[in-house]
């Protein structure tokens, strides 16, 4: 079997050895609870407040705006609770557990278009809503969203403002003093911290009401008992994107990548297109459609040479649907089904990039050869 | 990682997707046919198209093209071994259960996938039916 070429980064990142360590030692040194007050409990509670300052540093925070969750998904779901009843307005390609739950809880729930890259022309946010959420970057896509142009709009009229940072952290420089947004989510397994625990950012000042109701922990504002091994492995990930400034490393290291790819890909595969944006896009999110042939069959036969990507297509997951977000940035549901996220990480090497175009033209060939939809009319 | 992960379906759906039976690559109307069916649409994300020469009222090739996925392809290779030299009354027996069983059975959410095929089949034969 060929070497392992994961380029699947924006669903999950490996854990990086130092988080690993870390978790590991705290593993070890058998915290106790960390409300308790006998020394057990205390040194759990350190190690979640060195977690709590590491995350707060990353993004310009004060450590009391910051609450651990379990992960990006509560995260946003709790900015619903606060908003519940309320009006908001969203854009249309937040992930699904923005949408569903702002959906489910508030009164209205506009959607704010995108254009052809996905991005939100800040002239089309409501301006008679209580709460904007508008993504930092997209997860399909890559493209960077205008929060801080979004939020000065928004301030101005009194309309607080969230952003889902989960694809953001770690790539590009994350600042919620410049963003100057009111509530900000983030998650560990993307930046190479474990699954299972996330960061609600919340500004001091900005309403707030918990979503998990029973105890008084990260200060009465998320109940239960206190994820200390999670929390850890997500202090040391920040940590790490801090100490190695992980976005020069993107920047530097993981876009010229990311653009080779592209290019070969555009050069070697016929009728392939990008989806993503050129300019105003994260250094390591590629989406690429291949005309007429579906994406879960190339996903699966590039898993099949042992590389990891993954699909809009509704084939894939089990949806009826294809990716909402292909669907409102082309409205053409082909592109949606023959689309292809590849995603990138700081391990990624040039060696991973030269195997995908070694075998990938070759599949997807093969596909468009026996696909029902016809190419060669549309063409030019 | 120590081991390789197994694969998200059985290992026939696997060996079909990988090799698949009977597909018409490239322009369909270089091959000869009597009759051929279309089910589906591109814009669902699937799309089936049979293509079958008859003699005597018997199957004696069929071909395939799709734009589906890869529980698409498997079962559809799968259902053009199966029926290959039926007639076609024995041919249009050969329904999605009986494409899952031999399969190895396929997730809920892709059972749609071998009912493609079996439509797309079936619409071959009615068209054929129709012609003579
Ligand atoms: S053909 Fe649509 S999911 Fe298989």
Known sequence: MSRRVYLDYAATAPLLPEVQAAMVSAMKAGYGNASALHSTGHAARCAIEDARAAVAQLINANPEEIIFTSGGSEANNTVAEIFRGKKVAVSAIEHPSVLGSMRARTEECKIIPVNQEGRVDSANVPTDVDLVSVMLASNELGTLEPVAEITERCHKNDIFVHTDATQAIGKIKVDVKSLGVDYLTLSAHKIGGPIGVGVLYVRKGAPYKPLIIGGHQEGKRRAGTSNVLGIVGLGAAATWCWDNWSCKLFAEKVRPLCDDLRTRILETVPHSSCNSPMEGCLPNILNMSFRAAEGESIQLYLDAENIMVSTGSACAAGDIKPSHVLMATTGDAEVAHSSIRFSLGIETTQEDIDRVIQVLPGLVQRLQGISTIKIKEEHD | ?132
């Open chain 2, 1 to 132: 990682m120590t081991e390789p992960a197994p694969w998200v379906y059985s290992d026939t759906v696997k060996e079909h997707f990988l090799n698949p039976r009977n597909f018409l690559m490239g322009d369909e109307s270089k091959y000869p046919h009597d009759a051929e069916g279309v089910v589906g649409n591109p814009v669902c994300g699937d799309q089936m198209k049979m293509f079958i020469q008859v003699q005597n009222d018997q199957i004696v090739d069929v071909k395939w093209k799709t734009y589906g996925c890869a529980s698409a392809i498997a079962s559809t290779s799968a259902l053009s071994e199966l029926v290959k030299g039926k007639t076609l009354d024995d041919a249009l027996q050969v329904g999605p259960q009986e494409i899952t069983d031999y399969l190895g059975g396929l997730p809920q959410h892709k059972f749609h996938c071998s009912v493609l095929g079996h439509e797309a089949l079936a619409a071959a034969i009615e068209n054929y039916r129709k012609k003579e």
